[in-house]
């Protein structure tokens, strides 16, 4: 699963506070062990028929369960069944059935077998049921909002502006909502589906399509069999009004489910798909292991993107228009994400929530994998950053370890430290063992486990295996524990010996033991040496040097995961910027200098160089860095500027270097932004809107029809807001719904963009816009799960709410025949409920 977090950005400065949950003491323990699920039970094979009642929002179903004991004779069978009327259990010999009784209370279904079964004695159980979701009583997380497991989007198609669609969700125990099953990672069997849908829709299941009957009543049975075990989590339906896009990998076939408005669309959101499955299935040294691979968006998602076994489940955002994927197409890492799961989470499944490291972490790590090997090393790199990012500026997190057993809830394991940190320590592990022993090992654990379940132990032994070292060191570190190593150094110099001792201290409770590149200067070049860092709060190293150093770099390779203290001076990055190949470095420097003296020489020089980069994310840092109503920067830099707004060949360098122009306030580059508003790309698009509000507001509403920002980038909402808000351009506020939903919050980080963000929420609450309000409350019944013990934030909310709510009351009252306003009025209320 790729998990979407609710505005990251504005949200972590408030929502990083120290958060505590609740434990419960099991057995006189403290704290809970989570233990992997006992196997009473081993499911052999799932048999469904479904058909949807879409006026109740209910599926009728039976099913055929054939399991047996695990190893213990038993005769009982206990399944997992949420929500469910339960209307019929007997045990099916070759279609002839025999009454069984059962219990069903509490969301668990007890059948009483008709005697004692032993191990590997199958039998066969038919259950006839009714599903019903909105019954259903579990609360979702922050990673996957929702948890009643099957959703009915527009059933009865009152929202014209929304297709009538229904699609599962199973992660991480909701498969049990649509059908009695053992809801748990370690249970694995073969499905068959029968789903009977209206005709004018299509069908997507696991496996292989392999019948599809016309009925009466302008219906159709669609028969889907997946004929490979794999967990419950990842069963999935999907039905609705798609166009199927073909596609193809070797002699397997790659489809595209997509609203049909982006059917036009469909092979340049997701057309690299086959490349990456030729890509994975060459590194890992194993040829992709299932009969299909489709993907499917679905409205109103829960999360960011699923891996049901061979058939991915993507939120809308994943739709995109030529105006945004000419910029980036900013799914493809998530479209890489969950085909990696196709070997790590579907093939091999943790057996546990507490180790699903062994699931996401890798997911997380694929996206480096595909970067590397697409773009090259610097755009992986910043895409690893940007990851590591999310954990480091969170340290409410750093007491967790990786594998835990003493989660509160098991949808706390979704977090960034089991998906962006765990993909940082595989980065680690990898340059640790070599590229040869490190997919060797991911091979012989993928080999080893297959169609099985797995955990960290099994693949610390995997890797042992191939490389012959031993790994409980890195393990028990970053595995089964947590944090990571906070470091600061000191230098002094010898001139009689010309040497420079370098101390490496660690600030962090635990020390760790670590290898560490060193990059010593020395006449402005550097020389790099590879250390090794014991487990103690300080470590000395000497080098040699014909004179004091002139900079010295620690964690130089950019591969440690850790936080550094220290100070350079503007010349020193500018020494750091030129000569180093990696974009940690170049970046760091690049960062660095950002509260220095803007005339200062080296500052203008280390900008002038970043801007000629080859890697485009840092022409385009350096871009967003200057201040071209500096002198001395204007000098120096406009020229390259001005050339880059025109000719660069990335749209998201041009639109950055126009944003750059634009705080010169000069009337030149008035054709610079009617040019731009011809553009196909967005983000080009909205950087010159910007220029052309400074310049001539007037124009600004005609031209801003020209922007499509339905599912535009948070970035370029953001920049647009204060100009959607000031000129209200009423076509573009259901857009502006998620940013200003955080406007309290916003304040805290950038006052000027949060009174903007205040003066949007407003006049969005002062209207009588559904959309936009629609997109105001989702956002914020969202990010509740996000904040489970912040009574002060959700306090905040509360009251936004209320606030809210009154503008609401007045349109009412001024159009009390609107026919939209009363459900705004209940979506408020709504969300209001939702934090009581």
Do not use: C
């Not at 090259?376 to 690893?384: S, V």
């Not at 201040?627 to 500027?641: H, R």
């Amino acid at each position: 699963m790729k998990k979407i977090f609710i505005a990251a950005l504005f949200l972590g400065a408030i929502f990083n506070s120290n958060t505590i949950f609740a434990q419960t003491e099991t057995s006189g323990r403290n704290p809970v062990y989570r233990a992997t699920h006992t196997k009473v039970t081993e499911l052999k094979h799932t048999k469904l028929k479904v058909n949807f009642d879409y006026q109740k929002e209910q599926m009728n179903g039976e099913e055929w369960l054939t399991a047996s004991p695990y190893f213990y004779a038993t005769n009982e069978l206990t399944l997992d069944a949420k929500g469910m009327l339960i209307h019929e259990v007997a045990l099916d010999k070759n279609g002839s059935k025999s009454p069984l009784k059962f219990d069903y209370k509490n969301d668990v279904l007890k059948i009483t077998l008709d005697k004692t079964y032993q191990k590997n004695q199958d039998y066969t159980v038919y259950i006839k049921y009714t599903a019903r979701p909105n019954e259903v009583k579990q609360e979702g997380s922050a990673a996957i909002n929702d948890a009643k497991g099957l959703y009915f989007i527009n059933a009865q198609g009152k929202d014209k502006d929304k297709p009538t669609q229904i699609w599962t969700q199973g992660e991480t125990e909701s498969s049990s909502a649509w059908f009695p099953t053992i809801d748990k990672s370690n249970q694995k069997t073969t499905q068959e589906i029968y789903m009977t849908v209206p005709d004018q829709y299509v069908t997507l299941s696991n496996g292989l399509l392999k019948d599809s009957k016309k009925e009466s009543g302008n219906l159709r049975t669609d028969h889907w069999v997946m004929d490979k075990r794999h967990s419950t989590y990842l069963f999935f339906m999907g039905v609705g009004d798609f166009a199927v896009v073909k596609d193809k990998w070797r002699n397997i076939d790659v489809d595209y489910y997509v609203e049909k408005e982006y059917e036009p669309y469909a092979k340049q959101i997701f057309g690299l798909t086959p490349e990456m499955m030729e890509f994975y299935s060459k590194r890992l040294g194993y040829d992709y292991p299932w009969s299909k691979y489709a993907q499917i968006t679905g409205r109103d998602y829960v999360s960011g993107a699923m891996e049901n076994t061979t058939a991915t489940l993507h939120q809308e955002s994943a739709q995109q228009k030529p105006g945004d994927l000419i910029d980036e197409n900013k799914w493809e890492n998530t479209i890489a994400h969950e085909l990696f799961h196709h070997w790590f989470g579907d093939l091999v499944t943790a057996e546990s929530w507490s180790n699903l490291t062994v699931n996401e972490s890798f997911a997380n790590y694929s996206e480096y994998l595909w970067q590397e090997h697409k773009y090259g090393k610097d755009n992986a790199d910043h895409h690893l950053m940007s990851d590591l990012s999310a954990y480091i500026h969170n340290p409410g997190l750093f007491k967790k370890d990786l594998v835990r057993f003493d989660y509160a809830s098991r949808e706390d394991v979704f977090d960034a430290i089991t998906y962006n940190k765990g993909g940082g320590i595989l980065h680690m592990l990898r340059n640790y063992l070599g590229d040869d022993a490190f997919f060797a090992g991911l091979t012989d654990y993928l080999k080893t486990n297959e169609y099985q379940n797995g955990e960290a132990h099994q693949l610390r032994l995997s890797f042992e295996k191939v490389s012959g070292k031993d790994l409980n060191w890195f393990f028990n570190q970053w595995y089964f524990g947590s944090g990571n190593p906070k470091l600061s150094y000191t230098s002094t110099y010898e001139p009689v010996k010309k040497q420079v001792t370098v101390v490496i201290n660690q600030s962090q409770e635990t020390p760790f033991e670590f290898p560490l590149a060193i990059d010593v200067y020395d006449n402005g070049k550097p020389k790099r040496t590879n250390v090794w860092v014991n487990a103690k709060a300080k470590n000395t190293f000497t080098f040699d040097s014909s004179k004091t150093p002139d900079l010295i770099n620690i964690n130089a390779d950019g591969i440690l995961l850790s936080e550094i203290t220290e100070t350079k001076t503007p010349e020193q990055n500018l020494l750091q910027f030129t000569n180093s190949k990696e974009f940690l470095n170049r970046y760091r420097a690049l960062s660095s200098i950002k509260e220095a003296d803007a005339k200062n020489p080296a500052v203008i020089k280390l900008l002038t160089a970043a801007l000629k980069d080859p890697f485009f994310r840092l022409r385009e840092q350096a871009l967003e860095q200057m201040d071209l109503s500096n002198a001395d920067q204007a000098k120096a830099l406009t020229a390259e500027v001005e050339k880059l707004a025109s000719n660069d060949p990335k749209t998201l360098v041009q639109a950055a270097a126009i944003s750059a122009l634009t705080k010169t306030k000069n009337a030149k580059y008035a054709s610079l932004y009617e040019k731009g508003m011809t553009a196909v790309s967005n983000a080009v698009k909205g950087a010159s809107l910007a220029g052309i509000a400074d310049l001539d507001p007037t124009k600004v509403a005609a031209l801003a029809d020209k922007i499509d920002l339905d599912k535009a980038s948070e970035d370029l909402i953001t920049k647009l807001l204060p100009i959607i808000v000031k000129n209200k351009i009423e076509k573009h506020m259901p857009a502006i719904g998620q940013s200003v939903a955080f406007y309290p919050f916003i304040k805290f980080q950038d006052p000027v963009l949060g009174k903007s963000a205040e003066e949007g929420y407003n006049w969005i609450m002062s209207s009588d816009n559904l959309k936009a309000t629609e997109k105001v409350t989702k956002v914020l019944v969202q990010a509740k799960s996000q904040i489970p013990d912040n009574p002060q934030v959700k306090m905040m909310i509360v009251q936004m709410l209320k606030d809210g709510l009154a503008k609401k009351m007045e349109v009412l009252k001024a159009n009390p025949n609107s026919p939209t306003i009363h459900q705004q009025v209940d979506a408020i209320n709504k969300a209001l409920e939702a934090y009581k």
